[in-house]
């Protein structure tokens, strides 16, 4: 299974940006990640293809919406209000483990390689 994420960039704190992630295969779960320089990799969302409840890290605090679109192999994450602490690698993660939860890294089988959000102040 291959994951590709698109979307990162540079934006300007306050502002809107859009992750996309394309899965080769369907997959029951998907979520994103983050690393920040000199961080350790963060939970950010997750949720499932069942459209049962997402999941939100608690820094999101409605700013971040994730979507999966009634897709098996997609997932999007709309982040707004953007600030420089946002600035990281965002990941894209899968899996098809129904079991594991949804808000670690041992959860998700399959990662993305990484796509840069850079946040100006």
């Known amino acids: 299974v291959q994951l590709q994420a698109s979307g990162g960039g540079l934006v300007q704190a306050g502002e809107s940006l859009r992750l996309s992630c394309a899965a080769s295969?369907?997959?029951?779960?998907m979520g994103w990640f983050r690393q920040a320089p000199g961080e350790e990799r963060e939970f950010v969302a997750s949720?499932?293809?069942?459209?049962?409840?997402?999941y939100y890290a608690a820094f999101v605090k409605g700013r971040f919406t994730i979507s999966r679109h009634n897709s098996k192999t997609a997932v999007s994450l709309f982040m707004k209000n953007m600030k420089p602490d946002d600035t990281a690698v965002y990941y894209c993660?899968?899996?098809?483990?129904?079991?594991?939860?949804?808000?670690?890294?041992?959860?998700?089988?399959?990662w993305g390689q990484g796509t840069l959000v850079t946040v100006s102040s």
């Open positions: 949720m499932s293809w069942s459209g049962a409840r997402p």
């Open positions: 993660a899968a899996s098809n483990r129904i079991s594991g939860g949804y808000d670690s890294s041992e959860a998700f089988d399959y």
């Open positions: 295969g369907d997959m029951f779960k």
